[in-house]
């Protein structure tokens, strides 16, 4: 396992945590954590940042031709961009965000210039000769294309002509600038495509079966996030045997924690209180879908955890909610993290899976209950992602 985070792969912490819609924006926040970041857990050597840009801020650095005066800055600097997250379009830490965060959908032509956009700047950001990956939703939304895939016939098929469109864009990129970069579709629980499976079905429905398979498999790839999965219960190497055994790449992956508290495992008085305590974690600004196991293995569905909790008036059975916990932290008072989740992944990988990007996600640490995690001031937060990172290099492979 110790040599999943080798030295030809490429960890960092993504920096959507961060709020900042602007360039300036996001180059004073890189100035004021991941700098700090970097001092506690790489001072002598370069270290990777996944960088997060609004469709706005990326049209501004395209217009402006800003990239190659931010690759300076951030070589100056020591950090290293390797990945985007292309996944929110707007403003991503506005008070309410909800399901807003899953528009525009990928039938929608925005998306597909969002996303366009987001390949040229990483273009220029990228070192000479770097392997470059971009992060998306999981197509869109059901509620905001009519249901499901089954009850909007068109929508599949305008989004996989946008992606296949890119291939051909990426391709050219690659011929261009020397720099490899993929596209990768992020499953997500109540999304469009929840499970690795989905994944597998969507691309042998509609992107895969023409002359140009090598070329889909090749820039179009996986984001694998490792609390999405945890959410829909998913084992971690099957996940990843799924994956393999469709041809299917993982692009890159995000390592995420999951909340989950398992009241079938504990007394009624300490149940009541991990109750209270997980409803401290019903917040307005991000959507927490929730699953809940019970006894029978049957799993229910929740759009966003005070769902659950109105729809879940009993103690029972196993609930694991969407909410990027701390990954150094194995348990939140009564409330346990799916943590473990994480060495699953990486040790059912192996080194011909050629997964080179990896990137800590926890951008909830603004929303976090008191107590939960390190807090706004500047350094708790710094010392709360280097935390993360150093579990990962150490503790992740226990």
Known sequence: MQDVIAADTTLGYCTNVHAGTTLDEIRANLERYAVAVKQRVSPDAPMGVGLWFSADAAREAITTDAGPALRDWLQERGLLPYTLNGFPHGDFHRPVVKD????????????????????TLLAQLLPDGAEGSISTLPLGWPAHVGGSLERDPDFAPAAAKHLTGLVHHLARTELDTGHLIHLDLEPEPGCLLQTSRDVVDFFDQHLLGTADD??????????????H???MFEKQEEAVRTYRDAGLSIGKVQLSSALVV??????PADAAAARTQLAAFAEPRYLHQTRVRRADGTVTPYTDLPDA????????????????MPLHRETIGALGTTRSDVSALLAALRPGDEVSHFEVETYAWGVLPDGSGAGDADDAL?????????WVRTGAHA
């Open 309 to 324: 909790l109105a729809g879940c008036p009993d103690n029972e059975g196993e609930w694991r909610v969407h909410f990027h």
């Open 100 to 119: 807003a965060v899953y528009q525009p959908h990928w039938a929608d032509p925005r998306r597909d210039a969002y996303t366009r956009d987001l390949i």
């Open 382 to 390: 710094a010392a709360g992602i280097a935390a993360e990172l150093d």
């Open 214 to 227: 090598l070329s889909v498999r090749s820039y179009l790839r996986v984001c694998h996030d490792v609390c």
């Open 229 to 231: 999965s945890a959410v």
């Open 262 to 267: 398992d009241f079938g495992a504990l007394a």
